[in-house]
């Protein structure tokens, strides 16, 4: 049974995924929060594949919004690995602040462009 607030950023998440598409060159960086940890993966959408992925599974424990910033470092560093310089944002439905703002700047920290 889901929630009027988990309705309402799904279908903010349909609306945004319109128009935000994955490649092989341009991979989309998804981002999903939940209560605890925080969840970036690049995502080839023509094939459907999952490229590189970071997350704050046995992280130390820090505030969240620090630990989403290294999060997005770490990210930054496993796609640099993978081969991947450039990626399309997907917020997935949530608002681009807080921890969402702090992984995307902790990636491009990290040397990502988007």
């Keep these: 049974m ?6 309402r ?3 903010i998440k349909f609306r945004i995924r319109k128009n935000v598409n994955g490649t092989v060159e341009r991979p989309r960086l998804s981002v999903f929060r939940s209560n605890k940890q925080i969840y970036a993966q690049a995502v080839d959408d ?6 590189c992925a ?8 820090m ?10 470092e770490l ?8 081969g991947i ?5 997907d917020r997935n439905g949530y608002l ?8 995307a700047d902790g990636a491009r920290k990290g040397g990502l462009k988007f």
């Design 46 to 51: 023509l094939t459907g594949k999952t490229l």
């Design 75 to 82: 990210f930054a560093e496993k796609a640099k690995e993978a």
């Design 63 to 72: 505030p969240k919004k620090e630990q989403a910033a290294k999060v997005g």
């Design 85 to 89: 310089t450039q990626v399309v944002f």
């Design 54 to 61: 970071a997350s704050s599974l046995g992280m130390e424990k």
């Design 2 to 7: 889901t929630t009027k607030k988990v309705e």
């Design 9 to 11: 950023r799904i279908k």
């Design 96 to 103: 681009y602040h807080g921890r969402v703002k702090e992984l």
